[in-house]
């Protein structure tokens, strides 16, 4: 999707990169905050908000072990649909593979953060779980804003090598994120 949804790539396609990025942020933003809202409520009608911390903090710890572990988190294989490209304005390509990415579970799910978040939210209730969705939108957007200066095949073949070499980093940098999570729900029940 990264390699897709470039200035480069959208130029040749006669559309606006600035626009297909400001509607995947709103689709990326407005689904993670509803599916992370959703699970905030479910928590707090089932009572699961009203459970000893060590609970949810001890989800997060078991998704980082089998994250470093490297074990394949449950999930689906799919990608977003890229003959969306060529069939629809730049603004909906960009809200649609927003809110699929801001879901969370409708493409790949890279790391059992995403299943470990998903809990800690419904054991934190509302508004708390609203606030993880709303940092997991912008995280997922923010990737896009590393592709804003590709404007040749050599820069686009550039940033990919970059990706491809920091997979490692990245696995540290979400170990880091379940720490943020501990946090979170640290403060919550405090």
Do not use: K
């Not at 790539?9 to 689709?27: D, E, I, K």
């Not at 009572?47 to 998704?63: F, K, N, R, S």
Request: avoid cysteine; charge should be positive.
């Amino acid at each position: 999707m990264l390699s897709s949804i470039t200035p480069l790539g959208q130029r040749g396609r006669g559309m606006s990169w600035g626009r297909t990025v400001v509607g995947f942020w709103v689709g990326a933003v407005a689904s993670a905050v509803a599916v992370f809202s959703l699970m905030g409520w479910l928590g707090a009608l089932v009572g699961l908000d009203e459970l000893q911390p060590w609970i949810p903090l001890g989800v997060v710890v078991v998704a980082a072990v089998l994250d470093l572990a490297r074990v394949r988190p449950p999930g689906p294989h799919r990608q977003v649909d890229e003959d969306w490209l060529g069939r629809y304005r730049d603004w909906v390509i960009g809200f649609g593979f927003g809110a699929q990415l801001g879901l969370g579970f409708m493409t790949i799910v890279p790391s059992w953060g995403y299943w470990a978040i998903l809990a800690a939210a419904g054991a934190v209730g509302l508004p708390a779980a609203a606030v993880i969705g709303l940092a997991f939108g912008v995280g997922r957007s923010l990737l896009l804003f590393t592709a804003r200066r590709v404007g040749s095949p050599t820069a686009l073949a550039d940033l990919m090598r970059r990706f491809t070499g920091a997979e490692a980093a990245a696995r540290w940098v979400a170990t880091a994120g379940y720490g943020l999570v501990v946090l979170m729900v640290g403060i919550h029940v405090a």
